[in-house]
């Protein structure tokens, strides 16, 4: 019997959609924490039932966007990575004072980013991107 009643990769890529419209509705912490969980957790079940050859698996896994996901994952549920370089979130508040001048509109929710490696990713068009790169390897192979 599975977990909680998620059995499949396919379970596991229907809760992500599901979170990622959770989170398309309310941007905060807790969905945030829930998509990128859920999205990089897809791999296990994968993994798991072996549908897919390893190599490309790997090769997914190798995608930029896929590595954020991961750290991303992984910063939120041990608070620090001691393995591979610790990325930081920051939010950029719409408030008068929170965010430099034309970044944002004021009185907007504002933009969370990752900062990693000198790199700015934006949170919520990365949540986008994995998606979509998700949706694409489960179609590919069939899933």
């Not at 396919?10 to 809760?15: I, S």
């Not at 905060?28 to 969980?37: E, G, L, M, P």
């Not at 997914?60 to 990575?81: E, I, P, S, T, V």
Request: proline share 3%; charged share 35%; hydrophobic share 35%.
């Amino acid at each position: 019997m599975a977990f909680l009643e998620l059995r499949t990769p396919r379970d596991m890529l229907n809760k992500a959609e599901r979170e990622f419209d959770r989170l398309q509705k309310n941007f905060d912490i807790d969905n945030v924490f829930n998509y990128f969980v859920t999205a990089n957790h897809i791999r296990d079940y994968i993994e798991k039932n072996k549908s897919v050859k390893q190599i490309d698996i790997d090769t997914l896994f190798n995608d930029q966007d896929m590595k954020d996901c991961r750290d991303l994952c992984d910063k939120a549920k041990h608070l620090k990575l001691t393995k591979r370089p610790d990325p930081q979130t920051h939010k950029w508040s719409g408030c008068i004072g929170g965010a430099p001048i034309g970044v944002l509109p004021i009185g907007g929710d504002g933009e969370w980013e990752l900062w990693s490696n000198e790199r700015v990713v934006n949170i919520q068009q990365l949540s986008e991107r994995v998606l979509n790169k998700w949706r694409e390897f489960f179609e590919k192979h069939g899933l």
